[in-house]
């Protein structure tokens, strides 16, 4: 039980008295808000208090929300009392109160279809702004339905036009003494919020309310009271069905004309229903886990809206919702655990069985004065101001999630909240941060030359980082913003791509395209320091011949390094800013022993994947192929593959660990040929000494450089030796006989 968990996790600083004393004044409070939704929605206004017991527990055991509220609200009433208007059933009949409860069930089994596709997640693509414009939206919506019951008025419905339109129909009808009595309940609660924020002002001025009718008779004056509910507790039902006088369960819904023309409808809007109690209950949840940093599992939300609403329909109640409102009055009163929902179930059992002929002596106005207070508490008007300040984009975001709401209604206001956030990931996936990086003298690392005024480009040499996904909306961005830094001097490009997790078929496309473009030039480019599996996606989407030359290269010093760059590199003429570190006298030197830290030693294995072993004895087999096509008189060839820079290959050049292994698969293949007679043995000892002399001279700089990597490098050599003695017994024993004869000699 989720309860039993917060109960568990808070057994030491658990505010019990906050808790069970926040769920009395819940209860109270949703006394009067309870009995109006449920008018709204075509039932009894006892329904509404019937909703706010059952559900409301079911839904503090199962939450993971420490402090959401759920009762009878405002947006499900709305829609389902114009349903009904639309079925032209009455409010308060006989086939309101069969059809209600229906209409609920049917928002239940939605949920739970939801919960089972966890469609929580959707709330995760929701931005902060959208959720505070939303929210706020909510807010101010529920404010204007309230505020003409501060004077003595009945409660609007819809959008913001035909509430403001309510309430100045009902302007000239306003009840001064009522209208003194809400401002003064918002006034005190405001008030006293700053100045005595521990002292709970709204179940005072509640009690201050009954004793000023109990003593001086205010609804004589003309101020509205709650009317009395019926005592008792609900009776349990099955949706749909009715008892018939002998006491048979009959189902009763297609009695009733023009029920089965509206079945269609009926299931969009209860779906509808769905869609707005999540949306609103899940942000405004949402919201409050934030704030207090509490875990929230959405789909597990998705399942406790199920089960709330399922008792809701079986105690004839209609749909319920996240309350905005009493969440809030929740939160000013320090509520921490769902023990509070436990306290307002017990609190809303004692009324219903001994309170309900107290209810008359509660003033309409200092109830809705208390609504109004707690609504402006969760208006996001901190976050409109930052926003404004910081970024006027996102304000705007947040401007249109809130009008939205205000004049299009719940419903269009999430499909409006949700359009948006996806807009705003399209937009920053089709225009990433992206910079062109150089060196700052005396630092050993890359830094973006338009932040960095000390930082040089290294000289014909465009280093550009990309920071977002590659794909068909921004690919053109991508070679677009290389070209522009394309000068006649310029011979290598490389791209930082460790922004880039994923690429699709069509910027790969382009991708090898810009490739052969500019190898056409004379130009070398490089896609370096992403994810591996980057690699993999390359070879899927027909990117395979930037591996195959050798233009994926593990780190932007490897592929520098390839292109026949080494440190410290040179950089272009020009005055550059000192850093701060040389302004302050400190001298770095420059990072030269960045080439063979350990991760960058096996780069064949991190672009090749499983494919490595393999790609590695074939690169082997075609140098050795190419030595023998050469004969003897190939010792051009022979320097040219084995610089002494390190080893080229029509991939490029090795790193430390590839090339130790790529020496022990040609000394194989060489053993092959001499076998085979396409070389002799002087030629194949005279390549295996040039191979020795390589050897000698990569340990050594490991030695220097990082003497754990050299290690390393020993074990290496270990695992490839098994390797090639397991796949090629006969010429490894031919080769260590070869060896072991010039040994004796």
């Not at 920071?467 to 001097?489: Q, T, V, Y």
């Not at 004895?617 to 060839?637: I, K, Y």
Request: negative net charge; hydrophobic residues 45%; proline residues 4%.
């Amino acid at each position: 039980m989720r309860l039993i968990t917060q109960i568990k996790t808070d057994s030491k600083s658990i505010h019990w008295a906050k808790d069970i004393f926040g769920g009395i004044v819940i209860a109270l409070v949703s006394i009067p808000i309870s009995m109006g939704y449920a008018q709204i929605a075509g039932l009894p206004p006892v329904y509404g208090l019937y909703g706010s017991l059952l559900p409301i527990l079911l839904y503090g055991f199962l939450t993971t929300s420490r402090q959401f509220v759920v009762g009878v609200d405002a947006m499900p009433a709305v829609i389902v009392g114009s349903l009904l208007a639309q079925m032209e059933i009455a409010a308060e009949s006989e086939e309101a109160l069969l059809v209600v409860p229906v209409i609920t069930l049917l928002v239940s089994l939605w949920f739970f279809l939801l919960y089972l596709l966890k469609a929580g997640r959707i709330v995760k693509y929701i931005s902060v702004p959208v959720m505070g414009g939303f929210i706020s939206g909510v807010g101010l919506t529920i404010i204007l339905m309230q505020v003409p019951k501060l004077f003595g008025g009945t409660p609007g419905t819809g959008e913001v036009i035909p509430l403001l339109s309510n309430i100045l129909d009902q302007v000239p009808q306003l009840h001064p003494l009522s209208l003194a009595l809400g401002l003064g309940t918002i006034l005190i609660i405001l008030f006293c919020r700053k100045l005595l924020p521990k002292i709970p002002m709204t179940v005072i001025l509640m009690i201050l309310g009954a004793i000023l009718q109990l003593f001086l008779h205010l609804d004589q004056y003309g101020v509205k009271t709650l009317s009395p509910a019926t005592p008792g507790l609900p009776a349990l039902i099955l949706p749909g069905f009715v008892f018939t006088a002998d006491r048979q369960l009959r189902f009763a819904l297609f009695d009733f004309a023009g029920f089965t023309s509206f079945l269609p409808d009926l299931l969009m809007q209860s779906l509808g229903i769905a869609a707005v109690i999540m949306a609103q209950t899940l942000l405004a949840s949402g919201n409050y886990a934030k704030k207090y940093q509490d875990p929230l599992d959405n789909n597990t939300e998705l399942l406790a809206y199920s089960v709330m609403n399922l008792a809701s329909a079986f105690t004839g109640a209609c749909p319920i919702n996240g309350s905005v409102s009493r969440s809030g009055i929740a939160d000013s009163q320090g509520v921490r655990s769902q023990v509070m929902s436990v306290s307002a179930s017990i609190t809303m059992l004692l009324v219903l069985l001994f309170g309900t002929p107290l209810l008359k002596y509660l003033p309409v106005p200092v109830l809705t004065g208390i609504v109004i207070t707690a609504l402006l508490g969760i208006l996001e008007t901190k976050m409109a101001r930052k926003l404004w300040k910081i970024s006027r984009n996102e304000w705007l975001v947040f401007l249109i999630a809130f009008f939205g709401v205000l004049f299009f209604g719940t419903l269009y206001g999430v499909i409006i909240g949700v359009i948006l956030s996806f807009g705003e990931i399209a937009i920053r996936s089709v225009t990433p941060p992206t910079a062109f990086v150089g060196r700052i003298p005396g630092h050993g690392n890359f830094y973006s030359l338009k932040r960095n005024t000390a930082a040089r480009p290294i000289k014909n040499t465009v280093i550009y980082r990309f920071s977002g996904n590659l794909f068909f909306a921004n690919i053109d961005l991508f070679c677009d913003e290389i070209e522009s830094a394309i000068r006649e001097d310029t011979h290598q490009i490389v791209v930082d791509a460790r922004g880039i997790g994923n690429i699709d078929v069509t910027a790969a496309e382009r991708l090898v395209q810009f490739y052969q473009s500019l190898r056409e030039r004379g130009i070398l480019f490089y896609l370096t320091e992403h994810d591996g599996s980057l690699n993999d996606q390359l070879r899927t989407l027909g990117g395979s011949l930037l591996i195959e030359e050798g233009a994926i290269r593990r780190t932007i010093t490897l592929a520098l390094r390839d292109a026949g760059l080494e440190k410290p590199y040179e950089l272009e003429e020009g005055e550059a800013n000192p850093s701060l570190f040389q302004t302050a006298g400190i001298r770095l030197a420059d990072d030269n022993t960045g080439i063979e830290a350990e991760e960058r030693l096996s780069e064949f294995e991190w672009v090749f994947g499983d494919e490595a072993e393999e790609k590695m004895e074939l690169l082997a087999r075609t140098v050795a192929e190419e030595l023998a096509d050469a004969g003897n008189s190939g010792n051009e060839l022979e320097a040219q593959i084995l610089d002494e820079d390190g080893i080229r290959t029509s991939w490029g050049m090795l790193g430390r660990f590839d090339e130790n292994e790529f020496w022990d698969l040609l000394e194989l293949h060489l053993e092959e040929l001499v076998s085979d007679g396409r070389i002799s043995a002087d030629m194949a000892e005279r390549i295996e000494r040039h191979i020795e002399r390589r050897r000698s001279f990569g340990q050594k700089k490991l030695q220097e450089l990082n003497p754990h990597a050299l290690r390393l490098l020993n074990k290496h050599e270990k695992v490839i030796r098994n390797y090639i003695k397991n796949k090629h017994p006969e010429e490894y024993e031919a080769y260590l006989q070869r060896h072991d004869q010039k040994q004796v000699k």
